[in-house]
């Protein structure tokens, strides 16, 4: 069962435990330079808001209705990651663990295969919550993502365009397996009171039917880490999957008669202001090697020099000076001598 509250996608396995529950949420964020540099993480900018496909159905294209799930609006260029958190079992300090596979445009961003339901072992095609808090791009080499940036189809610049040739479906995809019963029992009964804590920073005619999907844009310094359960860790029987539509401004505003938020700050003047960027690494877990068909995508400015365009603007370089390190680190307090 998928629910929306409060912007937030809430995936929900009660037939398997009362403490499988996920939360998906879009955040706003900086673009940073596309200019391979690498950056650190930017910060997030607060949630995009997100509606029910079914609630504005009269002015949506049938092919939208048909698919389900949710609406997201996103402004040409504008970036975004995707947090993730699970639940906490009641008094027992162990978040729920979830394999996660996400695409844009039903291209993994992972490994850059197209989309199938199930898991793939080798190479792992899937992230696993909550060892994995958010996903900013398309996973391109260990250690290294490209962010995701909004841009229209049918234009060449998204990932589905780059390596299916194709320009159909657009949008974010996302399916959840929880973890299996008895292994989540077996995790409670070994592990310590121990909590885990989320890190925040926190109409009269149809839209048109042309979509938006994501785009490879500036390098950043992001793991994607291995499976440490165990493929056979996860309940390949038990799902939940979800569409999320991107719409531009105006298709936002006239599906939903809602306006758009303002655009966010750019790289420059966020870092002018002297605020935070981020880095992120837990050295308890592996990180995966990237995937070859992701790396030999065209950022979005490296595209629009062979197309003769320039589709970003405010695109130059930024020195971070402000740069907070986050990780799981140990939670073990030392009790010392004395």
Known sequence: MIELKHDELVFQFPEVHEDAVCRVDFQRTLRIPDDNREYPLPPGLGRFPVEHVEDHSSRLPAAWIERGGVLLPMYQSEALWINFSSGIGFRRGTSYPF???????????????????????????????????????????????????????????????????????????????????????????????????????????????????????GLMRQEIYEDEYGYDAWDMSKSSRCFVHILNSAQWTTATGKPVPGQQPSAADYTKAGLPWFEYYDDKLGALSGAKKLAGMDSVAAKGVKLGEKPLVENDAVKPQKIVSLGSGSTKVNEGKW
């Open 99 to 217: 394999a996660v596979k996400i695409a844009a445009g039903k291209i993994n961003a992972v490994t850059g295969d197209e989309w199938s339901n199930g898991l793939v072992k080798d190479p792992q095609d899937y992230l696993v919550v909550p060892d994995q808090p958010w996903l900013d791009g398309f996973c391109v080499q260990k250690g290294l993502i490209r962010q995701f940036v909004a841009m229209p189809l049918g234009q060449g610049y998204t990932a589905e365009e780059q390596i299916s040739g194709a320009a159909e479906h657009g949008g974010i995809q996302i399916i959840v397996y929880p973890m299996k019963r008895d292994r989540y029992e077996e995790m409670l009964k070994r592990s310590a009171r121990v909590f885990d804590a989320d890190i925040c920073f926190s109409l009269a005619e149809p839209c048109a039917s042309a979509s938006m999907g994501l785009a490879p844009g």
